[in-house]
């Protein structure tokens, strides 16, 4: 199904379900999760270690498969792609950004953004990765590797590669957990401030109970299962400055 824009609901899951492993060692990771976030909108996910906020959030990417349940990203129905279909469709619908960078470390700072963009075919790769970086302030670090960047600098060039595809959807997995309080706030403001202007949809895992304020609502997770939901008052765009 075509994406809408019209439509109110940019994710869905209804019971689904997801185990990892095998044999004996085979643990039953989410539970029967529900879950609706509209287009446009910051959900935080929050919750113990072991409570499956990132497993959830790889469901949502489309990079784990439930074994039960449906999952509906930006009018897509996930749930019987096949697994080049999955990456065509997160190549052009979603953004992630990782707490460990993931930058290929023989690429400069412009090649590592401009991969995701190649391999979509744009013939202005190179010239949108660049204002890319430009946009979160690295216009001067285009042609240094990641081991010549300090960690801050490296997760905005993780950034400008999530956000150059110009996705529907931008999911963080604990963004700031490898960086300094000052520049963990200097990367959350790219990444809502970029939300905000675009009309994304921003779904964050996160254990920053600051953070997690930022956003418009929260999802706490326990044991697999959504706990409770939160919307905080006074969020939005203009007040996560």
């Known amino acids: ?83 080049d279909s999955l990456a065509r469709f997160r190549g052009r619908h979603v953004g992630i950004v990782f707490q460990a960078f993931h930058l290929i470390p023989t690429m400069t700072a412009v ?37 010549q960047l300090s960690g801050g600098e490296q997760q905005r060039v993780a950034v400008a590669r999530a956000l150059a595809p110009e996705p529907r959807i931008l999911v963080a997995d604990e963004p700031t957990g490898n960086l300094d309080e000052a520049t963990g706030r200097q990367i959350m403001d790219l990444l809502f401030e970029a939300q905000a202007r675009r009309g994304a949809t921003l779904v964050i895992v996160t254990h920053d109970a600051t953070l997690a304020r930022r956003c418009d609502r929260t999802v706490r997770l326990r044991s697999g299962a959504v706990e409770a939901e939160e919307a905080l008052a006074g969020a939005g765009a203009e007040s996560r400055a």
């Open 1 to 83: 199904m075509p994406f809408d824009k019209t439509t109110a609901t940019a994710i869905r899951l209804d019971g689904v379900d997801l185990s990892l492993g095998s044999g004996a060692a085979r643990v039953h990771i989410l539970k029967g999760v529900s879950l609706a976030i509209k287009q446009g909108e910051a959900v935080g996910l929050v919750g113990p270690s072991g409570s499956g906020k990132s497993s959830l959030l790889m469901v949502l990417a489309g990079l784990e498969r439930a074994d039960a349940g449906r999952v509906e990203v930006a009018g897509q129905q996930l749930t019987g792609l096949d697994e």
């Open 111 to 147: 090649e590592n953004v401009a991969v995701p963009l190649e391999l979509a075919g744009r013939a202005d790769a190179f010239a949108r990765a660049a204002a890319e970086l430009t946009a979160v302030g690295l216009g001067h670090r285009l042609d240094h590797y990641p081991s």
